[in-house]
């Protein structure tokens, strides 16, 4: 015994007409969408942060730089964040970037304080969005070191 198929029916008109104008007005507006105004409004956020971070140097200040795959070194960083300005208040200057924002051949000699919180994945490979920074310090290691009173590295 076979068994039954069913032939599709012919589909509703007003169904077809109402799935095509959705489709045709949804593809208007992903194409029209000002991409550029998102993104530079977004670096304008990022750059705003950093200039007045910058100003204040009558502040103590830390910086936190995170690498993320997944959002977890990021989630973590902002945590920390959260509780440094907690406990230390208006006192203290606490920035949490994303390392792929952060201009570290201007900005790290000039630090007091930074705190990388690093994830990676494979074999110790550095994250997409730190592979800048991984690049930038092992060519500029010495430079680098001469400007860093104290290093640690810690593995987990």
Known sequence: MEPATVAPGPLSPGIAVASLVLLV?????????????????????????????EEDLSKPSV?????????TAERFSKQLGNELRRKYGDGTLV??????????????????????????YGDGEPTDNAADFYSWVCNEVEDVENGVKERHLEVG
């Open 95 to 120: 920035e949490v970037v994303d390392i792929e924002n952060y201009k570290a051949e201007r900005r790290l000699p000039k630090e007091r304080l930074v705190l990388f919180l690093m994830a990676t």
């Open 25 to 53: 007005i949804t593809l208007l507006l992903l194409y029209l969408k000002p991409k550029s105004s998102i993104k530079s409004a977004k670096v304008e956020l990022v750059r705003r942060a950093s200039t007045a971070a």
């Open 63 to 71: 910086r936190i730089l995170y690498g993320t795959q997944t959002g």
